[in-house]
């Protein structure tokens, strides 16, 4: 699994182009990892925070994560112990919680929470995939219209959808 961070318009490789890594040493990349930048993509737009900001190195980023989403084990990602980089992470066993109690804003949304979890699986495996993405119920409560909008017409001007902001002072971030 391959981890790639957008922030304020860069992208940031967790390490270099050589080596792309989650846990060290794990270099498969698939489109599960593009499902998991939808994931901090989606949180980002509603609470207008990085989802895991981690600023010093591959391993700062990884506590971050592993904070909120646990310490992979073997019993959660079947073979991540025999992963070269994993034994690094041995001494930091935290255990996952659910992304609304440190993103409480996903809750304000219906399904947001439902859809950013199966989207941060660490797993690979257990992400959910694009097209799976598209039939969750977070969906649902779009018009109809969306769906067969086409690409040169702005969502704008589909009744009923509107763009919402709010002061930057209201959004918080729980760790």
């Known amino acids: 699994m391959v981890l790639v961070y957008v922030r304020c318009r860069m992208m940031y490789n967790i390490t270099d182009r050589n080596d792309l890594t989650c846990i060290p040493g794990s270099t498969d990349y698939s489109t599960s990892l593009d499902m ?12 207008g925070l990085p989802t895991f900001p981690g600023v010093r190195e591959v391993y700062d980023q990884l506590d971050k994560i592993f904070k909120i989403l646990g310490t992979p ?8 112990s025999l992963l ?5 992470h041995q ?8 992304l609304g109690l440190t993103f409480p804003r996903l809750y304000d949304i219906a399904e947001g929470e439902s859809l950013a979890a ?10 959910i995939g694009a097209d799976e993405a598209l039939q969750h119920n977070y969906f649902s409560c779009l018009p109809r219209k ?12 589909v009744e009923g959808v509107y763009l919402h902001t709010e002061p930057r002072t209201s959004l918080v971030l729980r760790t």
């Not at 084990?73 to 991540?80: A, F, I, L, P, S």
């Not at 001494?91 to 659910?98: A, M, P, Q, R, S």
């Not at 199966?118 to 992400?127: E, G, K, M």
């Open 36 to 47: 998991w930048g939808v994931g901090c993509i989606l949180i980002e737009m509603v609470t």
């Open 73 to 80: 084990t073997d019993e959660t990602w079947e073979g991540v």
């Open 84 to 88: 070269p980089g994993y034994h690094a």
């Open 91 to 98: 001494n930091d066993i935290y255990v996952g919680k659910k």
């Open 118 to 127: 199966a989207l941060l699986q660490l797993d690979p495996v257990n992400r």
């Open 146 to 157: 969306l769906w067969h909008l086409p690409d040169e017409v702005s969502i704008y001007s």
